[in-house]
């Protein structure tokens, strides 16, 4: 059942708005203006004008803030979901395949989950080029240039995050000296003894922590370099670069314009639209 706030936040907030949104967050993050995950005042303002200008709206840059928090607090939920047993993520029809068991379990601990039942995040991809690193190290601080999450849920999904995100075991044994014989029973059923020592427990977790991060690191790099190959190819193809294209045409009809713009959510028609000549450009619009 659709609740009033989600009435409110999709006329505030209608989809096309929200990927041109997204698009201008990704632009600004490929040219290095996200550092440590953070936007700047300067930038913020600048996000706004552009969204402004291609939406014909009149929003402020403390409403750009908050549906960022919005969209970053829903881009992990879904990534909890995804990395949970038996949930399984089809991108072509951004749908979540789960058996009815796996649903109702995981909705017992996670009930704002439930959004995700009919249909997946939208745009998950492209959010993962913003979040995925805070995601993926649990790093969840905010800078004084950014603010807080600004709604109860979202404070609440930040506290759910850090509980059940990576965690560290630490030994508590206080006594390193101790050496105890412990018991084990081999794949064959035979009993043999071993001496459990807390330095070397404690060494051999630093070693494996240190495996761990080295493997991690590889694969961000790895990361990284997808999504600058991926985020390249559709700046190329952006739908801010097809709407400022768009409106270097005059005279067109606000019916003709809203006909594109719904055209430009797919990216073929995108990369067509680009491709043509000003005068191809005008007589493909008044053929919508």
Known sequence: MTSNVDISESKIWPELVVKVFIDIMVDEATKGNMPNGVF??????SM???LNSLTKRSYKSPQLKAKMHRLRANYREFSLLLQHTGFGWNPDTNTVTA???VWRDYLRTHDKAAQFQKKGLD???LLGILFNRSTATGVLHHSSNQDPPNTDEENELESQYL??????DVDNDSSDDDIHEVERTTRSGKRSSQMNDPKSKKKCRSNDMGEALSAWAEASKAKAEQYKVTSSRMSDHSITKCV???EEIE???DDVYMKALEKFMVPEWREVFLAMSSDRRQAWLFRL
């Open 40 to 45: 700047h005042s300067r930038v913020w303002n």
């Open 48 to 50: 706004t004008i552009r």
């Open 99 to 101: 058996n009815s068991e």
């Open 123 to 125: 745009h998950y991809k």
């Open 163 to 168: 509980n059940v995100g990576s965690r560290v």
């Open 244 to 246: 400022t294209a768009l």
């Open 251 to 253: 005279d067109v009809p």
